[in-house]
T-cell receptor, first 111, second 112 residues
Framework: AQRVTQPEKLLSVFKGAPVELKCNYS??????LFWYVQYSRQRLQLLLR??SRESIKGFTADLNKGETSFHLKKPFAQEEDSAMYYC?????????????FGSGTQLTVLP | ETGVTQTPRHLVMGMTNKKSLKCEQH?????MYWYKQSAKKPLELMFV???????ENNSVPSRFSPECPNSSHLFLHLHTLQPEDSALYLC???????????FGPGTRLTVT
């Protein structure tokens, strides 16, 4: 069965430090992976998807099929990056495409 | 109003009540979703509608009954809920499945 694991519930870093949010997945098919973010008092929104291979707000994520990982990285964290981050895997179930989410990592960037 | 809206934002109901959650999307999307977000569990997909037809029901108890009368509206009808059904219920929409999902602000449901 497909599963997404985010091992860290909480992560704190200082402003300007590098940050890496871990995500591992299990899926027998070809994975499509996403990072969604929820800032305080805002709704959940897409941050980036692996298929687009772009950097958003300085964040990048590389799909590593060998390690079944899709870690989110940023070289220099900013205070405004503090938010809840969810890794998500898209898979096919019957005629539907579904997202399954990890449990999320609360990132706090300290001044 | 733009994006995805949900009403009510907060709902307290007894176990014998019947209530409905409403979701409306103003994005011209053709797929809509209900998710449940509990305090100690990951976001769980409940239902998927594509072109107003239900394409997925993730083993959700029958006390939750979705309805999609058109591509812009999605309802979740609730009856005889249990206290463990207390959660944040999120609606989302997308243009086709497999594309970015846009989420509503959620309805915070408390079952007493």
């Amino acid at each position: 069965a497909q599963r997404v694991t985010q091992p860290e519930k909480l992560l704190s870093v200082f402003k300007g430090a590098p940050v890496e949010l871990k995500c591992n997945y299990s899926y027998s098919g070809s994975p499509e992976l996403f990072w969604y973010v929820q800032y305080s008092r805002q709704r959940l929104q897409l941050l980036l998807r692996h298929i687009s291979r772009e950097s958003i707000k300085g964040f990048t994520a590389d799909l590593n099929k060998g390690e079944t990982s899709f870690h989110l990285k940023k070289p220099f964290a900013q205070e405004e990056d503090s938010a809840m981050y969810y890794c998500a895997l898209e898979f096919s179930s019957g005629s539907a495409r579904q997202l399954t989410f990890g449990s999320g990592t609360q990132l706090t960037v300290l001044p | 109003e733009t994006g995805v809206t949900q009403t009510p934002r907060h709902l307290v109901m007894g176990m014998t009540n019947k209530k409905s959650l409403k979701c409306e999307q103003h994005l011209g999307h053709n797929a809509m979703y209900w998710y449940k977000q509990s305090a100690k569990k990951p976001l769980e997909l409940m239902f998927v509608y594509s072109l107003e037809e239900r394409v997925e029901n993730n083993s959700v108890p029958s006390r939750f009954s979705p309805e999609c009368p058109n591509s812009s509206h999605l309802f979740l009808h609730l009856h005889t809920l249990q206290p463990e059904d207390s959660a944040l219920y999120l609606c989302a929409s997308s243009q086709g499945q497999g594309n970015e999902q846009y989420f509503g602000p959620g309805t915070r449901l408390t079952v007493t």
